[in-house]
């Protein structure tokens, strides 16, 4: 074992001390947004930041956590988070299969289409009309069905399908097996990896998303928790009928943006350590050849 020299050990040091400040750095927003969540509007007053309550109060999260508002944007979330997720994948693999057979005809140009997708767009406005004249609007399905296809993601999985051996499709055929039955038998198996990579891309995208709501959706019941909070950190909306101002005498505002914000995140917290380990390696995977 290599014994470390005097300037070696010096040099490791500040590594770990330039590591430890950078962690501090990037932990201190969501500690700050956290110690306010629970601070009384007294002490906020008195305290210009907040990481550790002297008292901790739970006013803010009863607050948000006792309207309806809230709840509806739970379920309008989770409903295109799994929804919406699901079928990406779906069509996403379906789409990824056959453009990674170098024998599918006219494969350059609908990979050539697909990239010209990646760098132009129609853009907001004829989006729009093509949601309306689908009558979605005002509903959660416009938060899905226009983002069914990442084309980004769909390369990173056709990449996938690339790598892997040509003979076990030729042993599927000659057992008889067609293209679906290859597919969801074969194919589908041994992409663990890249599922878990691709399902974490969309879920965390629906999850965030809240640019579409503001543009398709006009009833607040339908709002997903991203818009919630956006309307409460802009002081533009009223929780369970309330209006900013009433809520404002009995506890901080502040403290309650900051719980709005804690009860929207912490759930996706949660959920990416589990399925973490396999981004890096799922992406690794999917662009050695995309």
Not at 142 to 157: E, K, Q, W
Request: aromatic letters at 12%.
């Amino acid at each position: 074992m290599h014994k470390l020299t005097p300037a070696e050990k010096i040099v490791h040091a500040l590594i770990y001390l330039a590591l430890l400040a950078l962690m501090a750095i990037c932990l201190f927003p969501f500690l700050y947004v956290l110690g306010v969540s629970f601070t009384s509007q007294a002490e906020a007053m008195r305290r210009s930041i907040v990481i550790i309550p002297e008292h901790i109060t739970l006013a803010a999260y009863k607050e948000i956590l006792g309207t309806k508002l809230i709840y509806s944007a739970y379920r309008v979330t989770l409903f295109v988070t799994v929804a919406g997720t699901l079928l990406n994948l779906a069509f996403t693999m379906l789409t990824a299969y056959p453009l990674a057979r170098k024998s599918l005809k006219g494969r350059q140009f609908f990979l050539l289409y697909i990239v010209f997708t990646m760098l132009f767009s129609g853009g907001m406005i004829p989006q729009y009309l093509l949601v309306k004249e689908l009558g979605m609007l005002n509903s959660v399905w416009s938060l899905v069905v226009p983002g069914l296809i990442s084309a980004f993601n769909l390369l990173i999985v056709k990449g996938f399908f690339e790598q892997l051996p040509e003979a076990i499709d030729e042993s599927a055929r000659i057992d008889g097996a067609g293209e679906l039955r290859i597919l969801w038998s074969v194919v589908l198996p041994l992409s663990s990896p890249i599922l878990a990579t691709i399902g974490l891309f969309y879920a965390v995208g629906h999850w965030n998303s809240f640019f579409d709501a503001v543009l398709y959706i006009q009833d607040a019941d339908k709002y997903p928790l991203q818009v919630v909070l956006r309307n409460i950190l802009l002081g533009a909306t009223a929780l369970n009928n309330e209006n900013i101002p009433d809520m404002q005498d009995a506890v901080n505002p502040i403290s309650i943006q900051m719980a709005a914000v804690i009860v929207t995140t912490v759930p996706i917290l949660l959920v990416y350590p589990f399925i973490q380990k396999h981004f890096a390696k799922g992406v690794l995977l999917g662009s050695v050849k995309g």
